[in-house]
């Protein structure tokens, strides 16, 4: 897989990822949450940051495979903290601005 396309898919997956919380009602996307309740904002909160976690060890293995990794500090993980809430902004207005139920 070249650089670029690590890159497109990286993008793709932290997209995806990021608003997975907010489009689903189950716990990591594999159990229910009790009958008849929603899953509260903190716990979407929570899995962004698990799947966060998922999407840069994705990032991690694609640079391993290309060369060798890059040192970051810590401003590195604030920053793609950051636009990894960016990406979510869709789900987190389809859940709490647009959808009424």
Same mark, same amino acid.
Do not use: D, H
């Given at each position: 897989?070249?650089?670029?396309?690590?890159?497109?898919?990286?993008?793709?997956?932290?997209?995806?990822?990021?608003?997975?919380?907010?489009?689903?009602?189950?716990?990591?996307? /594999?159990?229910?949450?009790?009958?008849?309740?929603?899953?509260? /904002?903190?716990?979407?909160?929570?899995?962004?940051?698990?799947?966060?976690?998922?999407?840069?060890?994705?990032? /991690?293995?694609?640079?391993?495979?290309?060369?060798?990794?890059?040192?970051?500090?810590?401003?590195?993980?604030?920053?793609?903290?950051?636009?990894?809430?960016?990406?979510?902004?869709?789900?987190?207005?389809?859940?709490?601005?647009?959808?009424?139920?």
């Amino acid at each position: 897989m070249s650089q670029t396309a690590s890159i497109w898919l990286v993008i793709l997956a932290a997209l995806v990822a990021a608003n997975l919380p907010f489009i689903s009602q189950r716990l990591l996307l /594999l159990g229910p949450v009790a009958a008849g309740r929603r899953k509260p /904002l903190a716990l979407r909160l929570l899995e962004m940051l698990l799947l966060y976690l998922l999407v840069g060890g994705l990032a /991690l293995l694609l640079e391993r495979r290309v060369g060798q990794i890059a040192p970051q500090g810590w401003e590195f993980y604030a920053i793609t903290a950051c636009l990894f809430m960016t990406l979510a902004f869709p789900g987190f207005v389809y859940r709490y601005l647009v959808r009424r139920s």
